[in-house]
Structures are given as structure tokens and as C-alpha cells.
């Protein structure tokens, strides 16, 4: 989840946007919730103190949110340029344990490899997804 979008700052309609009360929902059934950010920046732009801050906020309002500090982190964009040996430091040293990119072959070393879904697919996209269809997804271009 991206925390300044749950508090309301997001470019989504309000609808769009998990809210605080819909993520402690699904922690409740056993849904891991992640954090992907603060505010969704490409951290391939980002300063060592950029990224620390990014990393540290989102997790710590998790903590004070929903009840407890995430140890997974799914990097915003999730390509290979979206992140670099200095987020990945940064990462690990907020407290991350796992770091998912959105590829299989080209993501950076450290990461695990992950798909998404959004509110724009159906459940024939969501079925394919889950039965491993998108799972040797690459890089977008
Ligand atoms: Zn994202």
C-alpha cells in the first residue's frame, strides 16, 4: 500500500484507494499487507536520504495505522530502473526483509519477482494471475 494515498493524498478518486479500515480488514483475514511506498516515487531518482524517508514513513505509519511494521516492500513502477543498490540498502536497513520488482529476468539482485492486479481487471485476469500466467512477466520496454 502506498500510505499517503490511504491518508488521502493520492491521484485516485477516493473509491480507488483502499482505506485504513478496508487494509486492517484484510490484515484481520490474514491478508499480508506490504508497503509500496510513502507517496509513489521512482526510486531510481532518489538520494540515499530520499529513499530512507520514503522507506521509514510508509512503514512507520503502517505501524501506528494498522498495528504492526511490514517486512515487505514492493517497489513502486517495479522496473530495474525504478531502483538501485542505494534504495536496496535503504530498504534493508528500514527493515525490509523481502523486496518485490515486476520482472523475472532483469530485476535487480535482491528482489523477488511479482505480478499485480488492479481495480481495472476482471476475474479472468485475476484467475490467470493466480494460476502463474503473468508469473515470467518482464520489464515493460
Ligand atoms: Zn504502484
Not at 531510481?44 to 511490514?70: Q, T, Y
Not at 485475476?126 to 500466467?133: C, H, P, T, Y
Request: charged content about 20%; overall charge negative.
Amino acid at each position: 500500500m502506498v500510505t499517503d494515498w490511504s491518508e488521502g493524498a493520492s491521484p485516485w478518486a477516493t473509491d480507488e484507494v483502499l482505506s485504513w479500515r478496508d487494509l486492517a480488514r484484510l490484515a484481520a483475514a490474514g491478508v499480508e499487507i506490504g508497503s509500496h511506498s510513502a507517496t509513489h516515487p521512482d526510486f531510481g531518482r532518489l538520494d540515499a536520504a530520499a529513499a530512507r524517508e520514503e522507506l521509514c514513513r510508509s512503514r512507520a505509519m503502517i505501524d501506528a495505522r494498522l498495528g504492526f511494521m511490514p517486512t515487505s516492500f514492493a517497489i513502486p513502477l517495479g522496473q530495474s530502473a525504478n531502483w538501485t543498490p542505494v534504495a536496496m540498502r535503504a530498504a534493508k536497513a528500514a527493515g525490509y526483509d523481502l523486496v518485490y520488482a515486476q520482472a523475472e529476468e532483469t530485476r535487480s539482485a535482491g528482489t523477488i519477482a511479482r505480478t499485480f492486479i488492479t481495480g481495472f481487471d476482471n476475474m479472468r485476469v485475476f484467475s490467470a494471475a493466480l494460476s502463474g500466467v503473468f508469473d515470467r512477466w518482464e520489464e515493460w520496454g
